[in-house]
């Protein structure tokens, strides 16, 4: 049988790892694999050398370590060690050293201090034992929680949990509205315990119920909230106070934003939608506290990720904010320590023993073949060839990469062996760097050419976007994906700094963690001491190094890369990077080492030597994944070529933050694209693993945007609204009829709805300035509308009584006048929008009325025709009342809570009214709606229908002082019998109230769908 040709474009780890699986055991030699790679040797962003006249010192591309999540990447190690011929430690274990404390930095009076982070070692193995689940984890964060903040271990909750629930509720709803204090303390402790024990249940079942997740996202907030509010006074004097508050709220904040989202249920839907924001966004949009936000801990995990484009480190940073908390939920769930660091050079460590491995498998690795273009054919099905340039010529018997220590351990020298290239002397003398874009050394060879077909069967690039511009230009000429994703994906020039000391970090002064992060006064804003890789460098004895430190971070840089014949370039970069670095030596380093740096830089003796490195080349430029970039990566099976599969840390892989982690996945992705295998990776379900094979942006579903749409995506704003709002008794059978053909008839009683109450709520509201937040370039506009509201709740049967689990407010009549309002909100979010026109007291000519025309039909018969009719009419009567009530909008929700006591034939669920504490205290409403659209071949019967949800969040609210009264006159129009519908009487008289407000509308869900 013959093998497929493979070409791997890029030896990076995801190149070597689509090679090691294309050639394992499993596969059974199908493939025949080649890796051309540019310059001396494999690794790429994590490549590194061996300064053999410098005592064999590691020059790293910056700090590399695993997490104790990483499952994927610790399997591949652990497979590696099992097989390779010479790895360099005896097992995989000793490889690496496990840190579980690090410190971040805090800036106090200008001056760094630091915060020591205590992450306990877990159970488990990472890549051997299964990943524990992250409801376990959140549990266990939520005991944290409880011994550090309410130090309650052991005792006896203050309220039993139940039946006296309802009480301490009402309780617990005064003292938010402001009033009584008495409830404080024991609130808070009830929301942490009944948290645990949901949270723990959870654990248990392994839940996937929403009902579940919305009860303990409703609990966490008020915990999030009510700790917030008894925080305040303790933050600015008591440092270890603050810190645990800051933990807990980033803790709290990220599960109750999970849940809200979705994404722990269901983050495949939402995801995209959550990462148009950025992570700090997300945060302060679920209440995080500012001083959370500004944390060193939030601005640690920026530069973990190297979250800066440009290499911007004084600005804010920018990582997506699904992406950034799917990572988090994963790092929690690590096992074993929270952070593994590697006890030799990243790419002796990793890199050495795959190419040796590989090798023996017989994968030939072409060293120093620049990838230099890819041409596809004119159909745009396949790539036809691919330009590679040579710029020197190996000797007889092939290049040879790997040296060998005086240990016996093989490493990556810094530079080429210039001995086994015919050319060798004259690049060595020369100094070019074969690794540049930038380089002016001219190639040796004539460029190759492989053609598809005759050289290679399938193409793997591995290669990363920054260099894309140049080596995939036709496709991005030729295909919008391509461009798309080129023009999204972001990358960040970084830096790296090294020093090799005569005293250890403790002698020079150094006590916590050697783990650092989160310095946001310098670029070189994370370090660690690494010098357990001292035992693998060569130092004589006389030299006296006893210290290694490794210090890195963003460089800035623009966007767009330079010209290649821009030789300078290079050393103007390297020249910033040094100068940064000398200053930080000088400027900084002494906080930290006070005993072997002051203002001068490091004191006589104690630096033996320092590495300093610019990583600027497009390849070794770090992969951002700044907002609403990840759904434009391209998958691994979906280039949209037929012969090209991709790889990296830079494709849809997942994980999509660059990473080991991502990297390994994205080698099996790969791999699998091209030969069905591996099925099993881990964190990788069957679902993802079947779109890593298609093409990310499938052109079918996509909603097809095309000028003159008068519908638009969501959110939406409604800001500067004026809202006169009455409430009406009204017939309880009519509106629990209404609820019924709405929702339980269509959704075969799936969906269960009844009304709250025998009243409804009718409005007419101004909108003075609506947006679409996601289109500002659509302008803005006004709208007028009425609206009738039935207070409803969604119910179900358990243990013979009927239980409420979730209140929702049901619209059964909307009369508007903005055409684009009524467009989006039927098509979008299921609305029943009629046209109408509304006139308002204040109008010339309303003569202090208020009406509602709507275009409507009456009476029915062929001879009637369709047009505006009036609808609505409100006089005023001239007579007002003062208003005693409080003006905020917990006080005007208080009347559903006593909706909720003369509640009739159906009893209040935990959730129901965790959800309405919600509704009060977060002032969210959620919406319930039918909504279909009528087919087109049988116009009787529904193409599309679904019971949705949205929740409206007032943002902004005050009630004017004062009720007018008015009398009303309700016509009972044939094609919308409001007051027959509802069980309203036609003419009444009403008090109303004025309110003002700002509404915002987001994205909702879909409850059952036909
Ligand atoms: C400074 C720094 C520190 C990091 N620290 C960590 C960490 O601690 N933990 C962690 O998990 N991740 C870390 N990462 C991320 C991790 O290193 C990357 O995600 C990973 O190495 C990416 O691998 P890749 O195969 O996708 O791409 P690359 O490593 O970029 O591989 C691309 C390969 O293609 C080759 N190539 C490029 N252009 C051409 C061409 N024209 N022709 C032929 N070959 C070409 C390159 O030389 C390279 O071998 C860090 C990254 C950086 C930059």
Redesign the pocket.
């Known amino acids: 049988m013959s093998r497929t040709r493979v070409a791997i474009?890029?030896?990076?780890?995801?190149?070597l790892v689509t090679a090691w699986n294309l050639t394992a055991p499993e596969q059974q030699e199908r493939f025949e694999v080649t890796v051309?790679?540019?310059?001396w040797r494999?690794?790429?962003?994590?490549?590194t050398g061996r300064k053999e006249d410098e005592s064999d010192r590691i020059q790293e591309?910056?700090?590399?370590?695993?997490?104790g999540a990483?499952q994927n990447a610790f399997h591949l190690v652990q497979q590696l060690y099992a097989v390779a011929p010479d790895p360099p430690f005896a097992s995989w274990r000793e490889a690496f050293t496990p840190v579980p404390s690090l410190t971040l930095i805090e800036l106090v009076d200008g001056k760094p201090v630091p915060w020591i982070i205590d992450a306990p070692i877990m159970p488990g193995t990472p890549g051997i034992d299964i990943a524990p689940s992250i409801w376990g984890r959140i549990a266990q964060m939520l005991r944290w929680i409880q011994d550090g903040f309410l130090g309650l271990d052991g005792e006896p909750p203050v309220h039993p949990p139940r039946p006296g629930w309802l009480a301490a509720m009402a309780r617990f709803l005064r003292r938010m509205l402001g009033a009584a204090q008495d409830a404080v303390a024991s609130a808070g402790v009830w929301l942490l315990r009944e948290a645990l024990e949901l949270a723990e249940a959870i654990d248990r079942i392994d839940g996937q119920d929403p009902r579940e997740h919305e009860t303990l996202r409703s609990l966490l907030g008020s915990l999030r909230n009510w700790i917030a509010r008894h925080s305040a006074e303790r933050l600015a004097g008591d440092t270890e106070f603050r810190r645990f508050f800051i933990l807990a709220d980033l803790m709290l904040t990220s599960i109750v934003g999970g849940l809200a989202d979705g994404l722990i249920l269901n983050p495949e839907d939402n995801l995209q939608r959550v990462n148009k924001l950025d992570y700090k966004q997300w945060l302060r949009q679920h209440g995080a506290a500012e001083i959370t936000v500004d944390s060193a801990i939030v601005r640690g995990l920026y530069d973990l990720i190297f979250a800066y484009p440009q290499g911007q480190w004084r600005g804010d940073g920018e990582v997506e904010a699904g992406t950034m908390f799917v990572s988090l939920m994963g790092t929690a769930c690590y096992q074993g320590a929270i952070i593994w660091k590697f006890n030799t050079a990243t790419g002796d460590m990793i890199m050495a023993p795959l190419y040796e491995v590989l090798k023996a498998r017989g994968v030939t690795f072409e060293f120093f073949?620049?990838?230099?273009r890819l041409v596809p054919s004119a159909d745009g099905r396949r790539i036809e060839s691919v330009e590679i340039g040579r710029p020197v010529t190996p000797r007889e018997g092939g290049y040879h990469p790997l040296r060998t220590l005086p240990s016996g351990q093989r490493v990556w020298p810094d530079r080429p062996l210039f001995g086994q290239l015919v050319e060798g002397a004259a690049l060595e003398a020369s100094g070019a760097d074969l690794?540049s874009h930038w380089t002016d050394w001219p190639d040796a060879r004539a460029p190759l050419v492989l053609q598809a077909g005759r050289d290679f069967d399938r193409l793997v690039l591995?290669?990363?976007p920054a260099?894309h511009p140049v080596?995939c230009r036709d496709l991005i000429a030729q295909k919008r994906a391509w461009r798309k994703m080129s023009a999204t994906l972001r990358t960040t020039a970084?830096q790296?700094l090294q020093t090799w000391t005569t005293p250890t970090a403790t002698q020079m002064g150094w006590t916590a963690p050697g783990m650092v992060g989160g310095y946001d006064i310098s670029n070189l804003d994370s370090w660690a001491d690494i010098s357990e890789v001292l035992a693998t460098e060569t130092w004589p004895a006389g030299s006296a190094v006893a210290s290694e430190q490794i210090w890195?971070g963003p460089l800035p840089c623009p966007d767009e890369l330079p010209p290649a014949s821009e030789h300078a370039y290079p050393a103007r970069q390297l020249a910033m990077a040094e100068a940064a670095a000398t200053a930080f030596l000088a400027d900084h380093a002494r906080f930290f080492f006070p005993g072997g740096f002051d203002a001068n830089g490091p004191k006589p003796g104690v630096l033996v030597s320092r590495y300093d490195r610019a990583?600027i080349d497009?390849?070794?430029r770090?992969?951002l994944t700044v907002r609403d970039s990840t759904r434009h990566r391209l998958t691994a099976g979906g280039s949209t070529y037929d012969n090209l599969v991709l790889t990296?840390?830079?494709i849809e892989n997942g994980q999509n933050l660059?990473?080991?982690?991502?990297?390994t996945i994205?080698g099996m992705l790969a791999s699998h694209a091209l030969s069905g295998y591996p099925t099993d990776i881990r964190g990788v379900g069957a679902g993802a693993l079947a779109k890593a094979m298609s093409g990310a942006l499938p052109p079918e579903g996509r909603y097809v945007e095309l000028p003159g749409d008068a519908t638009f995506p969501g959110p939406i704003a409604l800001d500067d609204t004026t809202m006169w709002a009455f409430v009406l008794d009204a017939d309880i059978v009519a509106l629990t009829r209404w609820c019924q053909a709405s929702f339980d008839a269509p959704s075969g009683g799936e969906i269960r709805v009844l009304p709250m109450a025998g009243a409804v709520m009718m409005t007419v509201v101004d909108i003075g300035h609506g947006s679409f937040t996601e289109a500002p370039e659509m302008g803005w506009s006004r709208e007028r509308e009425l609206t009738f509201w039935i207070p409803a709740v969604q119910v179900e049967e358990r243990g013979g009584r009927t239980v409420a689990t979730r209140f929702d407010m049901v619209l059964p009549y909307l009369v508007l006048d903005n055409p684009v309002a009524i467009a989006s909100g039927r098509e979008i979010f299921g609305y029943r929008k009629q046209a109408g026109r509304v006139a308002l007291p204040g109008d010339a000519g309303s003569g202090g009325a208020l009406t509602v025309d709507l275009f409507a039909t009456e009476p029915f018969g062929d001879a009637t025709e369709e047009r505006y009719r009036r609808l609505l009419t409100l006089s005023p009567t001239g007579a007002t009342r003062a208003y005693a009530g409080e003006s905020n909008f917990g006080a005007g929700a208080r009347v559903l809570w006593d909706y909720l006591a003369a509640r009739r034939g159906w009893n209040p669920s935990l959730a129901l009214e965790l959800q309405l504490l919600d509704t009060l205290v977060e002032r969210r409403v959620p919406q319930l709606f039918l909504k279909q659209f009528r087919d087109v071949a049988d116009a009787r019967m529904a193409c599309y229908q679904a019971i949705t949800e949205i929740t409206a969040e007032v943002t902004r609210f005050d009630a004017l002082p004062g009720l007018v009264e008015f009398d009303m006159a309700l016509a009972n129009l044939a094609s919308s019998p409001v007051a027959r519908d509802l069980g309203i009487a036609p003419r009444q008289r009403l008090l109303g109230a004025r309110l003002l407000f700002d509404m915002a509308i987001t994205p909702g869900r879909v409850l059952w769908e036909l």
């Not at 051309?36 to 310059?39: F, V």
């Not at 073949?369 to 230099?372: E, G, I, L, S, Y």
Request: charged residues 15%; negative net charge.
């Open positions: 474009l890029g030896g990076g780890l995801s190149g051309y790679q540019l310059g494999l690794g790429g962003k994590c490549a591309h910056g700090l590399h370590v695993f997490m990483y073949h620049r990838v230099d690794e591995a290669i990363p260099a080596i970084t790296n890195c990583n497009p390849s070794e770090y992969t990296g840390d830079w660059g990473s080991f982690e991502a990297t994205a």
